[in-house]
């Protein structure tokens, strides 16, 4: 009977941390669900983020859902995720951002929106100070030319750091971005990775990961290309 108990003991508590882990990160794993279907639906429309750009661009923010409280302007703020592309190409694991700020001009009545940030540098996001910064000023943002085919951006001039892309009820909204702030969502991070492992520039080192959530995630962003 002792010994029954020895090697239950362990395997309950096992199962109790994996269940609190699944339970806990929940919410970030709801986060990376919305996020993918974002780009899912992103790549169904005809008039959607060049394959080009994406293939150009060494980070990507997606923000779901991104409620507009006002009408017409207002504040804005959403909660998303961030990756860049490592050195060998791939796209690191997701760090959870938060983004505030923005206004739609004549977009009254819009509730939701569906926000996606393509940056041409990497270091915007990896090497943020206080772990959040402000597009516009030294980060310059445009919106983002549009159409799927590999040619559809080879007459622009991609001068911008970072290009926007918001989507409401199926249509582009026309949200603009500038003056609006990217900060590192650090509780979401620890929620998700472990406390010991929720530095975001570790997060943007790496690519691997055994969450199928983030699999998806990553899947969706590479069928842009």
């Known amino acids: 009977m002792k010994t029954l108990k020895a090697l239950l003991v362990p395997a309950l508590l096992s199962m109790f941390f994996v269940l609190t882990s699944a339970t806990d990160a929940g919410k970030e794993n709801e986060r990376i669900t919305k996020s993918t279907s974002v780009l899912h639906d992103f790549a169904k429309m005809k008039e959607s983020i060049p394959a080009?750009?994406?293939?150009?661009?060494?980070?990507?923010?997606?923000?779901?859902?991104?409620?507009?409280?006002?009408?017409?302007?207002?504040?804005?703020?959403?909660?998303?995720?961030?990756?860049?592309?490592?050195?060998?190409?791939?796209?690191?694991?997701?760090?959870?951002?938060?983004?505030?700020?923005?206004?739609?001009?004549?977009?009254?009545?819009?509730?939701?929106?569906?926000?996606?940030?393509?940056?041409?540098h990497a270091a915007t996001l990896t090497k943020a100070k206080s772990g959040d910064f402000t597009i516009g000023g030294d980060i310059s943002a445009a919106a983002g030319p549009v159409g799927r085919s590999s040619t559809a951006s080879t007459d622009v001039k991609l001068d911008a750091e970072v290009y926007s892309y918001s989507r409401s009820k199926g249509l582009f909204a026309g949200l603009s971005v500038n003056g609006s702030n990217i900060s590192i969502d650090k509780s979401a991070n620890a929620n998700f990775y472990g406390a010991s492992a929720s530095d975001s520039k570790a997060i943007f080192a790496t690519a691997k990961s055994p969450s199928e959530h983030v699999t998806g995630l990553k899947t969706a962003l590479n069928a842009m290309q």
């Open 52 to 120: 080009t750009l994406i293939n150009q661009s060494q980070a990507v923010i997606v923000i779901p859902n991104m409620i507009n409280a006002g009408l017409a302007i207002g504040g804005k703020r959403g909660k998303g995720v961030a990756m860049v592309r490592l050195a060998d190409g791939k796209w690191s694991n997701p760090v959870f951002v938060t983004f505030t700020g923005g206004s739609f001009g004549l977009q009254a009545g819009v509730q939701s929106v569906d926000l996606v940030l393509v940056f041409k």
